[in-house]
């Protein structure tokens, strides 16, 4: 008796335990359109960078000059192509502009950058309105990126974003200041 009731208890406690690390949804999204051939048109258009988190501080060294970023995406010149074209107001008040050509993969689940072979990227739903959430990786570093179509989105997607990539092992978490007005970014 005295056995059923340990092991009771002890399948108990492993579902509470369960329920408790669980870390909250996250879907993957496809990089594809419906046609399954071409970059997905809801993804391109305008985008601010709003935060970051990763394992470690390092691994957003790269985010620790910025004030903010304003991203442009479109199609790029051939079906699996994406132009990402990016203008980073630097926070000493310069403007830094950068461009990417992402390769979509013939799965549609993620990208993979020109010229950066150890680099992918996946992109992730986020609950937040006009909310996307990247997760890129590359040779020695994973980090979780929060995007949105506008500047400033509500404070609560920005808290739910620290929540989930807590919840993925990011110890670190950056939120770019915003303290200066975005660089105007070229669409073309």
């Known amino acids: 008796m005295f ?3 340990w092991a009771a208890l002890l399948y108990l406690y492993g579902i509470l335990l369960n329920s408790i ?8 999204l496809t990089t594809l359109g419906k046609d399954g051939k071409e970059f997905s048109e809801s993804h391109l258009g305008q985008w601010y960078f709003i935060a970051g988190a990763a394992p470690t501080k390092e691994e957003l060294a790269t985010f620790d000059f910025v004030d903010n970023i304003v991203f442009n995406m479109a199609a ?5 192509q994406l132009q990402l074209r990016a203008t980073i107001r630097t926070k000493n008040g310069m403007c830094v502009p950068r461009k990417w050509t992402y390769h ?3 799965e549609g ?4 950058t020109e010229g950066r072979p150890d680099m992918k990227t996946e992109l992730f739903s986020s609950s937040c309105p006009g909310g996307i959430m990247l997760k890129e990786m590359g040779h020695g570093y994973q980090r979780f990126l929060l995007y949105n179509r506008s500047p400033h ?17 990011s110890k670190a978490f950056l939120r770019t ?3 200066q007005d975005a ?6």
Do not use: A
């Not at 690390?21 to 993957?28: A, I, K």
């Open 3 to 5: 056995h059923q009731v």
């Open 21 to 28: 690390s669980q870390c909250p949804e996250h879907s993957q």
């Open 76 to 80: 790029g010149s051939t079906p699996l």
């Open 104 to 106: 979509l993969t013939k």
């Open 109 to 112: 689940t993620d990208l993979r």
């Open 153 to 169: 989105p509500p404070e609560k997607c920005v808290e739910e974003f620290q929540l989930l990539t807590s919840c993925l092992n």
């Open 177 to 179: 200041p915003r303290n």
């Open 183 to 188: 660089c105007e970014v070229s669409s073309n």
